[in-house]
């Protein structure tokens, strides 16, 4: 049983920073690419930043270069992203996922973290 569980969503003022965990269990992930997508209300589902657990490779959307950082600790199972100058357009339902490398959809999901960006 693969489960992931996000955590570290709140509410911040723009130009705040957050960081979100995503703690996975059941599953090695030497073999898989780690993700962050996010949702805005009436919007779709969008791909913010993603590595290949294990190796290298990070990809980051451009409307966060340089704001956002993720990352993992191996030891610990769980993977990070870093939010640093964030303004209202962040505001989204964050989402962790999985896929294995070399597969196009991610098959592994989080329950989500409201992440919320406003004075």
């Known amino acids: 049983q693969v489960r992931l569980v996000e955590s570290g969503g709140g509410l911040v003022q723009p130009g705040g920073s957050l960081r979100l965990s995503c703690a996975v269990s059941?599953?090695?992930?030497?073999?898989?690419?780690m993700a962050w997508h996010r949702q805005a209300p009436g919007k779709e589902r969008e791909l913010v930043t993603a590595?290949?657990?294990?190796?290298?490779?990070?990809y980051y959307a451009d409307s966060v270069k340089g704001r956002f950082t993720i990352s993992r600790d191996n030891g610990r199972n769980t993977g990070y992203l870093q939010m640093n100058s964030l303004k209202p357009e962040d505001t989204a339902v964050y989402y962790c996922?999985?896929?294995?490398?070399?597969?196009?959809?991610?098959?592994?999901w989080g329950q989500g973290t409201q992440v919320t960006v406003s004075s």
């Open positions: 590595f290949t657990w294990g190796a290298g490779g990070t």
């Open positions: 059941g599953r090695d992930l030497s073999m898989y690419v």
């Open positions: 996922a999985l896929k294995p490398r070399g597969d196009e959809k991610y098959i592994y």
